[in-house]
């Protein structure tokens, strides 16, 4: 099965932009929906968004308009390209992979990153 490796995180002011990568290894990249999530201490991880196998995206309300995925299967690559951010973005961001169609539950997704922390400072 993939394994997977975050990149990108770090300190962006409000309003500003930032872009994670999530790159896949050791599998059949085409074979998996690549999703992304949230967690801030002491909160549950939370769904962001998620690319399928063919490329439509999902997003949560709170990311709707400001994030944006993007799959490059040549780079076993999927992109997060996050705009106009607010405070409320801060969090540890993790990447998963599941077979499948999208389910934004964290229970259904069985593959992840280590997590990378973003910071959205005012």
């Known amino acids: 099965q993939v394994q997977l490796t975050e990149s990108g995180g770090g300190l962006v002011q409000v309003g500003g932009s930032l872009r994670l990568s999530c790159t896949a290894s050791?599998?059949?990249?085409?074979?998996?929906?690549i999703g992304w999530f949230r967690q801030i201490p002491g909160k549950e991880r939370r769904f962001v968004a998620a690319i399928s196998r063919s490329g439509g995206s999902t997003y949560a309300d709170s990311v709707k308009g400001r994030f944006t995925l993007s799959r490059d299967s040549t780079l076993n690559t999927v992109y997060l390209q996050m705009n106009t951010m607010n405070p409320e973005d801060t969090a540890v961001y993790s990447c998963?992979?599941?077979?499948?169609?999208?389910?934004?539950?964290?229970?259904?997704?069985?593959?992840w990153g280590q997590g990378t922390q973003v910071t959205v400072s005012s």
């Open positions: 050791g599998g059949t990249f085409s074979n998996y929906a």
């Open positions: 998963a992979a599941r077979p499948g169609v999208i389910v934004p539950r964290e229970s259904a997704w069985n593959i």
